[in-house]
């Protein structure tokens, strides 16, 4: 089992920065993968990011160069630094694991990139 807690959102100026956080109950070098995801009014969920427990990474193309994921292994945490931020950012984003053949995830946090 995998508890995800998600946290960092807000309100941001297109343009701006804003740092998500999300504490795993466990090792996070024990969970195979952890990503985010994120979900726009009316649209389906999208892949944003992907971390193996080895540390590669894998940016969907939007997010390229303006996304950072990190990890924090002390910590059990992983975190998505988010620049340059575009209204078309506005969603609500998700920390998603995988361990064990099963799947999991965060209860989301809402980023709105808005004037």
């Known amino acids: 089992q995998v508890q995800l807690v998600e946290s960092g959102g807000g309100l941001v100026q297109p343009g701006g920065s804003l740092r998500l956080s999300c504490a795993a109950s466990r090792s996070i070098f024990s969970i195979d993968t952890m990503a985010w995801y994120r979900q726009a009014p009316g649209k389906q969920r999208e892949f944003v990011v992907t971390i193996t427990s080895t540390g590669g990474t894998n940016y969907a193309g939007s997010v390229k160069g303006r996304f950072t994921i990190s990890r924090d292994t002390t910590k059990n945490t992983v975190y998505l630094q988010m620049n340059s931020l575009k209204p078309e950012d506005t969603a609500v984003y998700y920390c998603?694991?995988?361990?064990?053949?099963?799947?999991?995830w965060g209860q989301g946090t809402q980023v709105t990139v808005s004037s």
């Open positions: 998603h694991a995988v361990y064990g053949y099963r799947t999991y």
